[in-house]
């Protein structure tokens, strides 16, 4: 939970979903406020398309809990999915059609449509609107993409890894027509991605899946202050864990490094607190059920 006096756009309790013997999804209870953008990350397989896409999409059912999107249940009923936006990493384009046709044909099928956004945000970015979209680079048909998406005027905007393959020039691109949209005004948007550094600078929410479980979901700013990485030498740490949840512990001969939450103060003098970042928060509780090595994959955003 956040503790926002926003609304909120989504709030689950207890969402799970099982394939099988499987649980992509367990007990997941999250609130995202309107107006947020917010990360969801996690490892692969740690249930964030199960989440994203199935369930808050309304192409899945629950096998347990609920969850309320918009105020309503997800389903697949027109009125609830007029309210929702979608994009994911392979970009639902026609490569023989233009811009245009695009434009033509979100129009034709969305009552809210709003076809001089896309025309408007296309050639701001010098993106042909006659030209076929196959002939056209992955930046551009990705903010292409985006522009159709948003011309919905989706309450909810739902993005599944939109930018894992595009270069960081095009990444920075979509995601500040992402944050400018976020910011007019009247939607919510959350972005599901490894790429931590691209998150940092776009999103204000936070929610982080590991091992199929929720392990933090709220503002981001409220989410670091909450946590500090203590140094010192290589001791008993009893005292601090008492008074502090030990998130993950590094020992040396020498050294101990400790990510805690908690506000209490740190007594021991042989200690010295310094600020998390998100990048050191998101690996500190992603180290809890993998390898480092594959942490640092991920944080670098392969």
């Not at 909120?8 to 209870?29: E, N, P």
């Not at 909810?156 to 007019?184: K, M, N, S, T, Y």
Request: glycine residues 10%.
């Amino acid at each position: 939970m956040t503790g926002s006096a926003d609304p909120a756009v989504i709030q689950t309790r207890g969402l799970s979903k099982r394939y099988g013997k499987v649980a992509a999804l367990s007990d997941a209870t999250i609130t995202i406020p309107e107006g947020r953008i917010s990360a969801l990350i996690g490892p692969n397989g740690a249930g964030k398309t199960t989440l994203l896409l199935r369930l808050l999409a309304g192409q899945a059912r629950p096998t347990g809990g609920e969850a309320s999107v918009l105020g309503s249940p997800p389903g697949q009923e027109p009125a609830f999915l007029a309210g929702i936006g979608f994009l994911a990493q392979e970009i639902p384009l026609y490569r023989r059609l233009s811009a245009e046709d695009h434009i033509g044909i979100g129009a034709h099928l969305n009552s809210r449509w709003d076809s001089e956004s896309v025309r408007d945000r296309l050639e701001s970015l010098g993106i042909p609107l006659g030209q076929k979209v196959g002939t056209l680079s992955g930046g551009q048909r990705a903010q292409l993409a985006l522009a159709l998406t948003l011309a919905k005027r989706p309450r909810l905007l739902l993005l599944d890894e939109p930018v894992a393959a595009l270069d960081p020039l095009a990444r920075r691109q979509f995601l500040a027509h992402l944050a400018e949209a976020v910011a007019g005004g009247g939607m919510t948007a959350v972005l599901s991605s490894h790429l931590i550094a691209d998150l940092e600078r776009t999103c204000d929410h936070l929610i982080l899946l590991a091992a199929s479980h929720v392990q933090l979901c709220g503002d981001i700013d409220t989410l670091l202050a909450e946590h500090r990485v203590l140094i010192g030498p290589a001791k008993d740490t009893t005292a601090i864990e008492r008074d502090h949840t030990l998130v993950q512990a590094v020992r040396t001969a020498r050294q101990t490094t400790l990510l805690i939450r908690g506000n209490k103060p740190v007594t021991d003098p042989a200690f010295e607190a310094s600020d998390v970042g998100l990048e050191e928060l998101v690996l500190g509780y992603m180290g809890q059920h993998s390898a480092p090595a594959h942490l640092t994959a991920i944080g670098e955003g392969q």
